[in-house]
């Protein structure tokens, strides 16, 4: 009744059947949604350059140094002042407070753990530091 149209002759219809063909292309279209790449999202790094050596460092530059103690624990320093773990984290709120530039540099010693130093790091970080960079010991000789 419904497949009536209008054909007296009794043959078969020639028309192609489409709702494979959609099913078919439902399925592709589902199968591509989920294969396409998702813009990875990670942490924004950037390549040191080579220090000029005729162009002075700011004066206004933070550098927070991570020492081995004598005891095993680190010594912290901010721009040569001696702090307590306990004090880096407060201080560095202080300094950043009505910055704008909120850049901070980080110079570990070579015979500490990286676990101490990401924790001055994260202490950058909880001071809402914008850019944290290290001070590698062939960086330091340069200056």
Same mark, same amino acid.
């Given at each position: 009744m419904g497949?009536?149209?209008?054909?007296?002759?009794?043959?078969?219809?020639?028309?192609? *059947?489409? =709702? $494979?063909?959609?099913?078919?292309?439902?399925?592709?279209?589902?199968?591509?949604m989920v294969i396409v790449p998702v813009t990875p999202k990670g942490l924004r790094s950037s390549i040191p350059q080579p220090s000029q050596k005729d162009v002075p460092a700011p004066e206004d530059t933070i550098v927070v140094q991570v020492l081995a103690g004598a005891n095993g624990e680190p010594s912290y320093r901010i *721009?040569? =002042? $001696?702090l307590?773990?306990?004090?880096?984290e407060s201080e560095?709120?202080?300094?950043?407070?009505?910055?704008?530039?909120r850049v901070m540099f980080v110079q570990g010693d070579t015979a500490l753990d990286f676990s101490?130093?990401?924790?001055?790091?994260?202490?950058?970080?909880?001071?809402?530091?914008?850019?944290?960079?290290?001070?590698?010991?062939?960086?330091?000789?340069?200056?």
């Open positions: 497949m009536d149209s209008g054909n007296t002759t009794g043959h078969a219809v020639s028309h192609i *059947n489409v =709702t $494979p063909l959609i099913d078919v292309l439902l399925v592709l279209l589902i199968i591509f *721009n040569e =002042t $001696p307590a773990k306990a004090q880096v560095l709120a202080r300094i950043f407070a009505l910055r704008q530039s101490k130093i990401a924790e001055v790091i994260d202490m950058g970080h909880q001071a809402n530091v914008d850019s944290v960079g290290l001070i590698t010991s062939g960086l330091a000789a340069d200056q």
